[in-house]
C-alpha cells in the first residue's frame, strides 16, 4: 500500500525564483488537498481538487501560487517569484469523495527561502 | 497525565502511563472531527476519527470521546509508549465550509518520559 507521495522533500531556493513541488495522491483517491504548515502550527488549508476540477482556494492562495491536476491523479503546486514567507512545509492529503472521508497526508515538502 | 485545549502546548507523561490529549472547538455545526499525530519531519498520520453523531469511539489503545454540550474532543492513549512522542493535532471538518477543508488546531506536544 503506497502511501501519498511528495517531492521534493526539501527545496532551498533564492528569493525570486519559481518553484514546483509535485504530490502523488493514494491511488484511488479522488480528491486530493494543498495546506501549508509553518513552526509550531496546525496545517493551513490552501486548496483542493476532485480529479481534475479545482473545487476551492483559501484567501492564502495568492496569485503567486498555482495549483493543478491536469489528469485527476497527480498535483503541482507552483509558487512564482518566491518571497521569504512562502519558507514552510506543504503538505499534500487525499481522500475518496463523500461525507466524512479522512485525509491521508504525505510527508510534505520543506521550502526554505534564503 | 492531561494536558487542557491550546494553552498548555506541552505534556509529559511516563512511560506506561495514560495520556489524555484536550482539544476545544469552537463551532457548534462541525460535523467530523480527525486527530492526526505528527512526528518530526513527517506529514500529521491519521489516527482515529469520530462524527458528530457518536461520543466515543475506540481504537487500538486509543479513544476518542467527543462532548458536543460543551464542544469538547479528547484523546486518550494508553500505556504511552516512547514511540507515541509526537505533535498531536485535532481537527474538525465545519458544515458550513466544503467537505474538504480540515480545520486544525495548534497542537499538543506529547513527551514520553521513561
Known amino acids: 500500500d503506497t502511501g501519498v507521495s511528495q517531492n521534493p522533500r526539501h527545496k532551498i531556493t533564492k528569493r525570486g525564483q519559481n518553484v514546483t513541488f509535485r504530490c502523488d495522491p493514494i491511488s484511488e483517491h479522488n480528491r486530493l488537498y494543498w495546506y501549508r504548515q509553518t513552526l509550531g502550527q496546525g496545517p493551513e488549508f490552501l486548496t483542493y481538487?476532485?480529479?481534475?476540477?479545482?473545487?476551492?482556494k483559501s484567501r492564502l492562495l495568492s496569485d503567486r501560487f498555482s495549483a493543478e491536476r491536469p489528469k485527476g491523479s497527480f498535483s503541482t503546486l507552483e509558487i512564482q517569484r518566491t518571497e521569504q514567507g512562502d519558507s514552510a512545509m506543504y503538505l499534500c492529503?487525499?481522500?475518496?469523495?463523500?461525507?466524512?472521508?479522512?485525509?491521508?497526508f504525505g510527508d510534505g515538502t520543506r521550502l526554505s527561502i534564503l | 497525565g492531561e494536558s487542557v485545549g491550546l494553552h498548555l502546548p506541552t505534556l509529559s507523561v511516563q512511560e506506561g502511563d495514560n495520556s489524555i490529549i484536550n482539544c476545544a472547538y469552537s463551532n457548534s455545526a462541525s460535523d467530523y472531527f480527525i486527530w492526526y499525530k505528527q512526528e518530526s519531519g513527517k506529514g500529521p498520520q491519521f489516527i482515529i476519527d469520530i462524527r458528530s453523531n457518536m461520543d466515543k469511539r475506540q481504537g487500538q489503545r486509543v479513544t476518542v470521546l467527543l462532548n458536543k454540550t460543551v464542544k469538547h474532543l479528547s484523546l486518550q492513549i494508553a500505556a504511552t509508549q516512547p514511540g507515541d512522542s509526537a505533535v498531536y493535532f485535532c481537527a474538525e471538518i465545519l458544515l458550513t465550509d466544503s467537505w474538504g477543508k480540515l480545520q486544525f488546531g495548534a497542537g499538543t506536544q506529547v513527551v514520553v518520559t521513561p
Open positions: 481538487f476532485q480529479n481534475e476540477a479545482q473545487l476551492e
Open positions: 492529503a487525499s481522500s475518496v469523495s463523500g461525507d466524512n472521508q479522512p485525509q491521508h
